[in-house]
């Protein structure tokens, strides 16, 4: 265990990820500067669509405000 937490280390800071399986022992290569683009692109892609949320319910707050009461 204090093996495989050595090599998880040493991926980490080197930017390879470890995946482990049940069909065996695979190395994907990737930097952690791609990985932490993803990440950043993935929040602001969350920022958007939270933007995009918050102007649908004014929308229909609006909606509902300027309709006619009936």
């Not at 990737?30 to 319910?57: D, M, V």
């Amino acid at each position: 265990m204090v093996l495989l937490a050595n090599v998880l280390h040493k991926t980490f800071v080197t930017g390879l990820v470890v995946i482990t399986g049940f069909s065996g022992f695979y190395i994907v290569t990737g930097t952690a500067e791609i990985l932490e683009r993803r990440k950043k692109r993935k929040e602001e892609e969350n920022l958007i669509y939270q933007e995009f949320l918050r102007e649908e319910e004014r929308k229909k707050s609006l909606a509902l405000i300027e309709s006619p009461k009936q």
